[in-house]
């Protein structure tokens, strides 16, 4: 097992308030009027200034609306695009590694997690580059591996960013664990995993810009977070 950081997943300072269910319908509004904004031609850095300063909405706010919110027309494209449970069965799936695993990490670890316009579910961790195993990331793995066994996956391949630290001992992680499953599963170290999963078929990932240039996307991290008892969930 690699050194664990401690760095939390968990919730920040402030989250209780700013996602609380007294801020709930000012978080929804707000991201009512930027997907307005959006559909109208509005840059997304722009609406979510213009919105936040009208909501006085707190940077963390903002973060969760900036990867929260779409406009109509990428929200449509999303969904002609997203694999349904029987597309999948049997097939082999592209894991977009980091993305999945840091999402299931912030919801077993009690951090809030987003249900967004397009449904995926997204968290506000922001740790991409800096990536560390923590005490959540045995049992996310273990979740990816049960659904991978439940969906019948022919195979899976995960992608893991060469470049961020610790991606070699997750690596070594995820294969350790991947014995105890009922799918064959391959971990590639590679330089830009969007870059390897852009035009390919059944993608598992959240990531806005990954999904929007896939052939086709399945939304495995939404589905695990909701068999996670008590993941806080926070719909926009």
């Known amino acids: 097992m690699p050194a664990l950081t401690n760095v939390p997943r968990g919730a920040r300072p402030g989250d209780a308030q700013w996602f609380g269910a007294a801020q709930l319908p000012r978080l929804r509004e707000a991201a009512h009027e930027i997907g307005w904004l959006l559909d109208r031609g509005y840059p997304r850095e722009s609406a979510v200034r213009f919105v936040g300063d009208r909501h006085q909405l707190v940077a963390r706010q903002r973060l969760a609306l900036t990867r929260g919110v779409c406009s109509d027309v990428e929200r449509r494209r999303r969904a002609m695009c997203e694999d349904g449970i029987a597309h999948v069965r049997g097939q082999r799936l592209l894991v977009d590694g980091l993305n999945l695993l840091i999402t299931l990490e912030v919801a077993l670890a009690g951090g809030p997690v987003l249900v967004c316009a397009d449904g995926a579910v997204r968290d506000l961790a922001g740790l991409r580059g800096s990536y560390r195993p923590v005490w959540q990331t045995g049992e996310a793995i273990e979740h990816i591996g049960s659904a991978l066994a439940e969906l019948c996956a022919a195979a899976a391949r995960i992608y893991l960013d060469a470049p961020v630290p610790s991606s070699g001992k997750l690596r ?39 999904i929007d240039r896939s052939a086709s ?16 969930i926070v719909t926009l």
Do not use: M, Q
């Open 172 to 210: 070594a992680l995820i294969l350790e664990h991947a014995p105890r499953w009922s799918c064959p599963i391959e971990v590639e170290l590679v330089k830009d995993a969007d870059a390897c999963l852009a035009g390919a078929y059944h993608v598992v990932s959240a990531d806005a810009a990954v």
């Open 217 to 232: 996307w399945f939304n495995l991290g939404a589905a695990l977070v909701r068999t996670i008892e008590g993941a806080w």
